[in-house]
């Protein structure tokens, strides 16, 4: 009995937890401090980014040949920044996980994760949100996506929107 309410509590976690259809592969998707979801899900070598809530999308974007959804990826000895991003117009979208460990004497003392969705226009942050609930994260599709190099003049990392 105890095993099938843990099923049934992992599924419906799953299905509230992400805007991706039950058969996509969820790349990462978290709630936001907004209330609202962010989700990139992936089927059949197809990306789509989503933001909205579950009765109301607000705006999704499908990646296709001429823009395509892609991600940069720095790893740090103790820990790594990931980022999923596409151009809409004049905007950038992002949606980020960034995650360290910080140690002493070789011992791990704490650790610090951020994650959410950003927007950009140009080099001007118009819209920003961290996600305040668990994400749920699987890379493995990444390699169907394009890899660029990893933009440094973009920071993501904002410890005061927490």
Do not use: W
Not at 108 to 136: H, M, P, W
């Amino acid at each position: 009995m105890k095993i099938i309410f843990l099923i049934i509590f992992m599924i419906s976690f799953t299905a509230s937890a992400s805007l991706c259809n039950k058969n996509d592969n969820i790349i990462i998707s978290c709630k936001l401090n907004n209330g609202k979801f962010v989700s990139v899900c992936e089927k059949d070598n197809k990306v789509t980014y989503k933001y909205g809530t579950n009765d109301h999308i607000e705006m999704k974007f499908d990646s296709t040949k001429k823009n395509r959804i892609k991600y940069q990826d720095i790893t740090y000895p103790a820990g790594g920044n990931t980022r999923i991003y596409f151009k809409k117009g004049s905007f950038s979208y992002y949606v980020f996980n960034y995650s360290t460990m910080y140690r002493e004497n070789g011992i791990t003392v704490g650790s610090a994760e951020n994650n959410g969705v950003a927007v950009y226009r140009g080099n001007d942050i118009k819209f920003r949100q961290n996600c305040n609930s668990d994400v749920l994260i699987d890379y493995s599709p990444l390699n169907k996506m394009e890899k660029t190099e990893f933009n440094f003049d973009i920071d993501l990392i904002d410890s005061d929107n927490q």
